[in-house]
């Protein structure tokens, strides 16, 4: 600058040629300003002159807020308007004003663009919630030169915008299981009403676009889904059966997580449910020299390593602190738990089928691989893995279901068996009391002019008399109605015509 300049008020860059502000500008005549341009290797030049007008600004501030906060929509793609500075600033007319950036980040460039004259602020592309949720801008209304000591200073010409970038319902819940089934154990003694297993699903989106209710699809083909009850908000599964009164030792049913609480216009998934019977022997139990709450918070972690490992899929059922044993009189039994150690519980699911593995054949998969999972999962301490002994799971008692069936038949066979002997006392007793048949008898009138045969000195009575004088000669007779008719025998001659004497009294000679 060759002129105009004397305060030092300007700045000019001798490479480029840009003019700067250095002070503040004040009302008054115009700066005129000569800058000269030379040449450098053939000297020559040229001048030029440079008049600078300062307009009179507006009173207090251009805007009447220092921050507008607004809201876009995601997946909207490019265009889309963020807000109009031009309607907010509050000028007149005739004031002239050019919007701008201040000091722009490389994000908010690629994302936003002004425009100079209009102030209006849009999207250059597609604004995705889950990889930016906001964005903050300062955007400058130029009226004329002003002098910013200080870049962060919010001068009254300047406006902060702050985007947030709304969240649309784009994502559907995810149940974090891969495509692969959710499995549950629950034990062969378990009664209505116990607990299962819990499912949760999480959804990237935000507010009622997350928020899931869950439920159990009805299965035309089988019945098992009928066997179960869910929670529509907490995802905890429970029986709706007595396990005690069915054999099946394998459930499956199809879950539904629905965003925004269930409604028909939210996004869904489906994840596969199985339920195994497993009894508590025929888990394999890892023990951690850790405490539960630390396998707990990465117990998806831990279990997936090992099935990578075993070529299985392995599942926890449970976990809780570690139980110290010992031995008394030749049986194991609890003595102590230890709480700064974990017992994780674990089964074996066939990737092929979806069969539960046998105990014993995960058992010695583990084990045969326990040193390669125990440098995999150096951090939690790993221990052993273990068996429930068979007869210590068996002496915790049978269950109120099994005792029910058991007293149930014990009174069944005790009524049987009076009723047997009620019966039998009956048609004995009938046996006791019927009378002789005609065919079974001969009566006739008794012929007392008849003699007693002898037969070595003693005689002999070969008939016998009933109650109504009758002569009765069958033996059989006389040995059943012992207490109807009098069966008298003498060996001596009187005794018979005592009898006979008698005998004719009765018929009424």
């Known amino acids: 600058m060759t002129a105009g300049n004397a305060d030092d008020t300007f700045d000019l860059a001798a490479t480029t040629g840009v003019l700067t502000l250095a002070k503040p500008l004040t009302i008054g ?295 110290v044993e010992a031995t008394a009189r030749r049986r194991t039994v609890r003595s102590a738990v230890n709480q700064d150690m974990t017992d994780l519980y674990l089964f074996g699911v066939s990737p092929n089928d979806n069969s539960l593995i046998d105990p014993d054949l995960l058992y010695s998969t583990l084990m045969e691989n326990f040193v390669e999972i125990q440098v995999a999962l150096d951090e939690y301490k790993l221990q052993t893995f273990k068996q429930i002994a068979l007869p210590d799971a068996l002496s915790t008692g049978l269950s109120s279901c099994e005792i029910g069936l058991i007293a149930m038949g014990v009174v069944i066979l005790a009524i049987i068996v009076i009723a047997i002997i009620v019966v039998f006392c009956i048609f004995d007793r009938r046996n006791k009391g019927q009378s002789p048949s005609g065919s079974e008898n001969m009566l006739f009138k008794p012929d007392l002019s008849a003699t007693p045969s002898s037969h070595g000195g003693s005689s002999i009575i070969e008939t016998d008399r009933d109650l109504n004088g009758y002569m009765v000669s069958n033996p059989t007779y006389k040995e059943q109605n012992q207490s109807n008719v009098k069966s008298e025998v003498s060996p001596t001659e009187a005794s018979l015509q005592d009898w006979n004497q008698r005998g004719a009294v009765q018929l009424g000679m």
Do not use: C
């Open 29 to 323: 005549s115009p700066y005129d300003i000569e800058v000269k341009v030379t040449d450098i290797n053939s000297g020559m030049f040229d001048e030029a002159k440079v008049k600078v007008t300062v307009f009179h600004a507006p009173r207090g501030n251009i805007f009447p807020r220092e921050v507008y906060e607004v809201t876009v929509d995601e997946a909207q793609g490019a265009g889309v308007v963020v807000i109009n500075l031009g309607e907010k600033a509050t000028v007149d007319d005739s004031v002239i004003l050019r919007y701008s950036f201040v000091n722009p980040s490389q994000e908010i460039e690629e994302t936003f663009e002004m425009d100079a004259s209009s102030g209006i602020i849009t999207t250059r592309r597609e604004l995705e919630r889950l990889a930016v949720k906001s964005y903050t801008m300062t955007a400058l209304a130029t009226v004329l030169a002003t002098f910013r000591a200080d870049p962060s200073d919010i001068l009254p010409n300047e406006v902060v915008v702050a985007v947030t970038v709304g969240d649309v319902n784009l994502h559907p819940p995810d149940f974090g299981n891969n495509g692969l089934p959710l499995v549950g154990t629950v034990n062969p003694s378990a009664s209505f009403g116990n607990i299962v297993m819990q499912i949760s699903a999480t959804d990237k989106d935000e507010g009622n676009n997350s928020a899931i209710a869950y439920s159990i699809l009805p299965n035309s083909l089988t019945d098992d889904s009928t066997s179960f009850v869910i929670d529509k908000y907490t995802g905890i599964i429970r029986l709706a059966v007595n396990m005690g009164l069915t054999t099946q030792e394998r459930f499956g049913f199809d879950v539904e997580a629905r965003d925004n609480w269930g409604a028909g216009y939210g996004l869904f998934s489906i994840a596969n449910v199985f339920v195994y019977r497993v009894a508590d022997y025929d888990y394999v139990i890892l023990v951690a020299e850790v405490e539960p709450f630390i396998i707990q918070l990465n117990l998806q972690s831990i279990t997936t390593d090992i099935s990578d490992i075993v070529g299985l899929n392995v599942e926890a059922a449970r976990l809780e602190p570690h139980i």
